[in-house]
């Protein structure tokens, strides 16, 4: 197979960045004369991240085009030679050299969908030399993009579904690609878009942002506009100076607040008419550089009324410090009487969006019933994962030349489940998810309607079930190589997460101590185990 021609996909990985065993493995692969051995790779979690019942897969897109971009350049090439040993035989490095994944197949479940232990979130088949070098980029490329993923979801499920999210970590991240993955994968969870401009180049997230306090603080007062004057929103009439406009509202708002007018900051004033002037359409005031109620206020009314004359409306304000839920409702309570005053019926409700540090404790404190917030700004608690900053995926090898492989361990935890599989989500009649059954490829699949006796993971017993739905989880994407079907775009795997969400019963749904949702093994799987087991304890 010929390099891909996809810029994206060389960017979200390339085939060095890998731990060095890959390549001594490789090495002794095809020493052994085992390189075009067929195997089979399973990339799976053990537990759910942070404490809770689900994660959402994510990263097979990058994963996809990663694995059909891969191929090793000359200097690729020459650096591994330069780490092998000096007497490694050349006609290695040409084998490397010649290396693509026109054998590879991946199965996965599709972005976006529910997640639960064991069950394999990418399925990769191949010659064992190129499988073995793929494992540390496609664990690099599902793991935190499940785990922010999931932790936006979380996020998502503390505000309801009526709150604007807005991610704003990139400054937060733990580097470019790092804050990259974080505002695509935040958004594939249920944030609605991200202050990241790449995020929204590369990968189509909506992007948002209005002003910092930096270029508020940098107007003093006495710096006269170029052009103060602004035509009406009509664009009929003459342009009126808005700056002489925002002046006299100022008097009446202040009148109205019981305020001086030398109380406002004049800097901040000038610095929300600058920004007007550049977008009557989208003004928005942040509040908080000095005061809310004394300067902030103030000055945003004066501004917002100055607009709402020439036909302009105010698009929101912003709260980045203090008591986030008591300024909000003052502020929402000012609008209300200054709505009234002026009759300015759209100011009462007025977009008011918060900010600073807000982690899942705070949201839900925001997000209560009459917060009055409606947008919701988050940065360290989404891109950081500071409850959990691992997912902990491993990739396993679970069969060489068709036949099984397991990994035994003296920690039962670490026990692999061997040979290839396929996996199914049960329902009931009434949809609700039952359990998700791992099983042998090779057997039937489960039949609606039909009793199907399993054994849950990390009990002795077995249980019976009779599902009315019967729903198989992994899609074929790449075969031998070549795409299988269309990738979902972003905004597709969005809405689908949240259709898998909306799936799940409250008790999965809890964030703290939730129900743990049932992952079972078949009775052909559950006896491979045990004879496997018994065969590596001899």
């Known amino acids: 197979m010929a390099a891909e021609q996809d810029p994206e996909g060389r960017a979200a990985a390339r085939p060095l960045l890998t731990d060095l065993y890959q390549a001594t493995m490789a090495l002794g692969y095809w020493r052994a004369g085992r390189a075009q051995e067929a195997a089979e790779f399973e990339l799976f979690f053990r537990r ?19 694995v059909r971009a891969f191929r090793l350049t000359d200097a690729d090439v020459q ?40 069950v394999p979130l990418l399925q990769v088949s191949g010659p064992l030399l190129v499988v073995q070098l793929l494992e540390t980029p496609l664990l690099c490329l599902v793991s935190y993009a499940s785990l922010v993923a999931t932790n936006a979801a979380r996020l998502r499920l ?49 992007v948002a942002g209005t002003l910092a306090h930096s270029f508020i603080t940098s107007f003093s007062g006495t ?11 009509a664009g009929q009439g003459p342009r009126v100076d808005l700056a002489a406009c925002v ?29 007007a002037l550049a977008f009557p359409r989208a003004f928005q005031g942040l509040l908080d550089t000095y005061s809310v109620r004394r300067s902030g206020l103030p000055n945003f009314l004066a501004v917002a009324l100055a607009l709402e004359e ?46 600073n540090n807000i982690d899942e404790q705070e949201l839900a404190r925001l997000s209560q019933k009459g917060s009055e917030v409606n947008v919701i700004g988050i940065g360290t608690s989404v891109v950081t994962c500071p409850r959990q900053p691992s997912l902990g995926c ?6 060489v030349g068709g036949q099984p492989r397991m990994k035994l361990t003296e920690d039962p935890e670490k026990q692999t489940l061997p040979g290839s599989k396929a996996a199914f989500r049960l329902l009931g009649s009434d949809g609700a998810l039952l359990l998700d059954v791992l099983q042998l490829a090779e057997e039937p699949p489960p039949q609606a309607g039909q009793e199907l006796r399993v054994w849950p993971r990390g009990t002795q017993e077995s249980c019976t079930v009779r599902p009315a739905h019967v729903e198989p989880l992994l899609r074929l994407w ?20 949240q259709q898998s969400l909306s799936r799940l019963s409250p008790a999965h749904r809890w964030l703290e101590q939730p129900a743990l949702y049932q992952v079972a093994l078949s009775e052909k799987l559950r006896a491979l185990v045990d004879r496997l087991s018994a065969r590596g304890a001899l």
Not at 311 to 339: C, H, I, M, P, W
Not at 478 to 497: K, Y
């Open 79 to 118: 650096f591994l030679a330069s780490v092998l040993p000096p007497d490694t035989d050349p006609a290695f490095f040409q084998h490397l050299r010649a290396l693509d994944c026109s054998g590879v197949t991946v199965r996965a479940l599709p972005e976006g969908s529910l997640a639960f232990p064991s």
């Open 394 to 399: 491993v990739y396993k090898l679970v069969s």
């Open 223 to 233: 710096e006269v506009p170029p052009d103060p004057m602004l035509a009406p929103a």
């Open 478 to 497: 790449v075969q031998q190589g070549q795409l299988c079907e269309p990738l979902p775009s972003l905004a597709e795997s969005r809405a689908f997460a």
């Open 310 to 355: 020439l036909g302009y409306q105010a698009v929101g304000v912003r709260l980045d410090s203090g008591d986030l839920l008591q300024q909000a409702q003052e502020t929402r309570g000012v609008f209300r009487t200054v709505a009234a005053q002026f009759r300015v019926p759209w100011l009462e409700s007025i977009p008011i969006a918060v900010s």
């Open 247 to 275: 002046e006299t509202w100022l008097e009446r708002v202040c009148g109205h607040l019981g305020l001086g007018v030398q109380e406002p900051h004049r800097g901040e004033r000038a610095a929300f008419v600058a920004y």
């Open 48 to 66: 759910c991240p942070f404490g809770g019942a689900f994660a959402l897969a994510a990263g097979l897109r990058d994963c996809v085009r990663f």
């Open 158 to 206: 503390v505000a309801g579904p009526e709150k604007r999210l807005l991610e704003l970590g990139l400054r937060r991240a733990q580097g470019p690609d790092g804050g990259l993955t974080a505002s695509t994968y935040s958004y594939l969870g249920g944030f609605d878009g991200s202050s990241n401009m790449l995020a929204g180049q590369l990968r189509g997230v909506p």
